[in-house]
């Protein structure tokens, strides 16, 4: 190699070494996952401060394809973002179970009814391909009220005229109604006696919002504002919370299916129980779990001599308790309008943060609250 090669050899390298070197220092730009304004770390050990934060970037990659459930912040199919969720009633009577499909879904409120049964609200946001939920059951109106919070299709088969007609025939009311819709939306199966044995499917839905001219996305009545979630990588501790508790065996105090929760430490979630055994889903043959839990207390009364029930859906001054990871706190919530969502604030006022996954709400009357336990 001659000088004036060998200089121009050096001078490339020179230059390569310069770039490398500019790259290295180079400050990446952030990508901000969807639904950071959504997510929370905690600074301090009486509160929880809502802020954006940056989900690691294999997450985005996959957020592609999926996207943030507004239900429990798990991903779901990127087809269901701005899709109207479903909430369909499930008979809970022990001639009902095991029931199908409601693992499936993201929030399940169970509620008090006649006869000191409960019955199940499952809401469900990628529900287009299920095939089975069910056994459906008629509805009653302090459910409704949940319906609206989400902007959800509701799924029943009738209810009690003179308490359900006039919210069921609101405008703003999207019912699927089994007692006119059996045979197009839902369906029947022969190993079980009526009225046990309705169910519904995503393509009998379909065709429910097809003949109803239902709106498929998100309405204008739709607030959205609901739950807000942790990170995945970065959960809540409730132990950081003042006044926290342990609560390993929590049980809301139903006198019929006695149901209670059981936190696992090897799974992390709450496995549900009732009716002396484990609570599963027939089509998975697993037990319901949950990573987060809420024991809503409100007002309730009797309205007639057949034992039906009234909810105060709408209030600010009830409160209630929230588990996850195998810890409590006292809680207090508010609802204050038909579409708005019911919130859930700490003893300092902070708004409570979920852990990411799937939540049930029992919905307990307040005179009742005494039949709560709480087991550390």
């Not at 400050?27 to 301090?44: A, F, G, Y």
């Not at 799937?358 to 709480?374: L, R």
Request: aromatic share 12%; with cysteine.
């Amino acid at each position: 190699m001659n000088i004036n090669n060998r200089n121009k050899y050096l001078f490339v390298i020179l230059v390569v070494s310069i770039l490398l070197a500019g790259c290295k220092n180079q400050k990446q730009e952030p990508v901000l996952d969807p639904v950071s304004v959504n997510s929370v770390s905690q600074e301090s050990t009486t509160s929880q401060t809502v802020e954006n934060v940056v989900e690691p970037t294999e997450e985005v990659t996959l957020s592609e394809n999926l996207v943030r459930s507004e239900l429990s912040n798990e991903w779901i199919s990127a087809s269901s973002q701005g899709q109207r969720p479903i909430a369909v009633m499930i008979n809970n009577i022990i001639n009902a179970i095991p029931q199908s499909g409601i693992s499936k879904a993201g929030v399940i409120y169970e509620c008090p009814v006649e006869g000191n049964l409960t019955r199940l609200m499952a809401v469900f946001d990628d529900w287009e391909e299920l095939d089975k939920i069910g056994p459906v059951r008629s509805a009653r109106d302090y459910f409704v009220y949940w319906v609206y919070e989400w902007d959800a299709i509701y799924c029943h088969f009738g209810g009690p005229k003179l308490y359900v007609d006039a919210l069921l025939s609101r405008d703003v009311t999207n019912n699927l109604d089994g007692t006119s819709l059996d045979g197009t939306v839902y369906y029947r199966t022969k190993d079980r006696v009526a009225p046990h044995n309705a169910y519904v499917s995503g393509e009998g839905i379909l065709k429910g919002l097809e003949l109803k001219k239902y709106q498929a996305e998100h309405t204008d009545n739709y607030q959205g504002n609901h739950f807000t979630f942790a990170l995945e990588d970065s959960p809540v501790d409730l132990t950081a919370i003042e006044g926290s508790f342990d609560a390993m065996t929590i049980k809301p105090g139903y006198p019929i299916n006695k149901p209670y929760f059981e936190y696992h430490l090897d799974t992390g979630l709450y496995h549900r129980y009732q009716y002396g055994k484990e609570h599963i889903d027939d089509l998975t043959n697993q037990q319901l779990t949950f990573k987060n839990v809420i024991f809503q207390k409100t007002y309730h009364e009797v309205r007639d001599a057949n034992g039906y029930l009234s909810f105060q859906d709408h209030d600010s001054t009830r409160d209630g308790y929230y588990f996850t990871n195998g810890k409590g706190i006292h809680i207090r919530w508010k609802k204050e309008s038909d579409f708005g969502a019911t919130k859930y604030y700490d003893d300092n006022n902070n708004e409570v943060i979920l852990n990411t996954g799937k939540t049930m709400i029992c919905i307990i009357p307040d005179q009742k609250a005494s039949d709560i336990v709480i087991e550390p």
